[in-house]
Nanobody, 126 residues
Framework: VQLQASGGGSVQAGDSLKLSCAAS????????MAWFRQAPGKEREFVAG????????YYADSVKGRFTVSRDNAKDRLYLEMNSLKLEDTAVYFC????????????????????WGQGTLVTVSS
């Protein structure tokens, strides 16, 4: 599956932004999808994940209550709605995909994901 993230931009603290990830190739609905981010000088970190059916969602503590991950399997799209953005949310955001052997599994490790989008930059300023 090929992934392409979009929707990044420059916003002020407290603003909202919605990222999209377009998938093409194989059946999108079979993949567990996730968003990761990498801030300047820092390691890549898990942000949010969503099961193939869209029911199960997972969030990093740092974004819980502010970010919402969703997907539209009919449109082969993954989304990340980001509210109340903070300076520390500044990063390049990547969408990623994988298939887990066991239904209901999830992972916050980037090494567990097989496919990655190119990243979209989110810059939050004061």
């Amino acid at each position: 599956v090929q992934l392409q993230a979009s929707g990044g931009g420059s916003v002020q603290a407290g603003d909202s932004l919605k990222l999209s990830c377009a998938a093409s190739g194989r059946t999108f609905s079979t993949y567990f999808m996730a968003w990761f981010r990498q801030a300047p000088g820092k390691e890549r970190e898990f942000v949010a994940g969503i099961g193939s059916g869209g029911t199960n969602t997972y969030y990093a503590d740092s974004v819980k209550g502010r970010f919402t991950v969703s997907r539209d399997n009919a449109k082969d799209r993954l989304y990340l709605e980001m509210n109340s953005l903070k300076l520390e949310d500044t990063a390049v955001y990547f969408c990623a995909a994988t298939i887990f052997l066991h239904s209901g599994s999830h992972s916050e490790l980037g090494s567990d994901y097989d496919y990655w989008g190119q990243g979209t930059l989110v810059t939050v300023s004061s």
